[in-house]
Structures are given as C-alpha cells and as structure tokens.
C-alpha cells in the first residue's frame, strides 16, 4: 500500500521560504510522477507543481519562478522549495503519486496534507 507523508509546513512571513517534503513507501518510487497539490479555504484543490519520473518538472502560473519541485529516487522523496511566498500561498499542501502519459499528469495516491501559513 502507498503511503505518501508531508512534513516542513509552517508559518512564514509574507517573502519568506519554506521547503516541503513528502516521503513515499509501498511503491517503485522512480517510475511514478510526483506532484504538489494545495488547498485553500473555500477553494478547489489545485495542482501547483508536478514533475515526472524523468525529472521535467511543471508549475501553475502563479507560482512559476518562486517554486520548485524536486526529486530524489535514492531517498523516494519529493520536495518543494517555496520562496517569495505571499498571503494568497496559505492553505494545506498535499504530496500525490501518479502517472505522466502524453502531456498529462493522473494523480491517484494523496497524503495528509501539510499547512502552510503566510502571514505577518
């Protein structure tokens, strides 16, 4: 079975960083893409990074080049390095597992979730 588990979140100051990890067991690490989604209250999940088993990596506007997600097969970890952050980045950050098939990313593993405050 899948386990994917976040750690890292916090509150930070409006410009400050945070760098998300999320730790995969139960599954060949390497051969699935990884992707970040989050959460904000009254809001619809949405997908702010994703990257694929060969290392591509892809971002939401809002977020391109303030965030960057990242891989490590050897400790099948994720991460996500968050800089600049602003007030309208806080929600709950969730880690997911899936595949990348023809331009597309198909999420079907979630973690916990990890809250991330921005706030001064």
């Known amino acids: 079975q899948v386990q994917l588990v976040e750690s890292g979140g916090g509150l930070v100051q409006p410009g400050g960083s945070l760098r998300l990890s999320c730790a995969a067991s139960g599954s060949i690490f390497s051969r699935y893409a990884m992707g970040w989604y989050r959460q904000a209250p009254g809001k619809q999940r949405e997908l702010v990074a994703a990257?694929?088993?060969?290392?591509?990596?892809n971002y939401v506007d809002s977020v391109k080049g303030r965030f960057t997600i990242s891989r490590d097969n050897a400790k099948n970890t994720v991460y996500l390095q968050m800089n600049s952050l602003k007030p309208e980045d806080t929600a709950v950050y969730y880690c997911?597992?899936?595949?990348?098939?023809?331009?597309?990313?198909?999420?079907?593993?979630w973690g916990q979730g990890t809250q991330v405050t921005v706030s001064s």
């Open positions: 997911s597992q899936g595949t990348y098939y023809s331009g597309s990313y198909t999420f079907h593993t």
């Open positions: 990257i694929t088993s060969g290392g591509s990596a």
